[in-house]
Nanobody, 124 residues
Framework: QLQLVESGGGLVQSGGSLRLSCAAS????????IGWFRQAPGKPREGISC????????KYSNSVKGRFTVSRDNAKNTAYLQMNSLKPEDTAVYYC?????????????????WGKGTLVTVSS
């Protein structure tokens, strides 16, 4: 069964950068579209990015477009979220998730597999 583990979160000052990683337990990550989500305290979960299995399709929410970049390395069974120009409002627990269908991620439907999340805190 595919398991996902996020890493790379931490405390960063406003304007700084972080790169999150999403490592898969199996070499089949390349079959899945990957989505990045976040949930701030007291707020609903927000989908912020999707990338298709072959990296041919990507999508960003308006809240992160132009600042965040999603990528993946299927040979390493890992997906990434490069976050630049971070703002205090980016503070949240960030999750990666997988679905066999890119359309599931892009439409905001529930993903099939989820990681446990990594905390990103942006100080002002």
């Amino acid at each position: 069964q595919l398991q996902l583990v996020e890493s790379g979160g931490g405390l960063v000052q406003s304007g700084g950068s972080l790169r999150l990683s999403c490592a898969a337990s199996r070499s089949t990550l390349g079959l899945y579209a990957i989505g990045w989500f976040r949930q701030a305290p007291g707020k609903p979960r927000e989908g912020i990015s999707c990338i298709s299995d072959d990296s041919g399709l990507v999508k960003y929410s308006n809240s992160v477009k132009g600042r965040f970049t999603v990528s993946r390395d299927n040979a390493k069974n890992t997906a990434y979220l490069q976050m630049n120009s971070l703002k205090p409002e980016d503070t949240a627990v960030y999750y990666c998730a997988a679905s066999l269908l890119y359309s599931v991620c892009a439409s905001g439907s529930d993903m099939e597999k989820w990681g446990k999340g990594t905390l990103v805190t942006v100080s002002s």
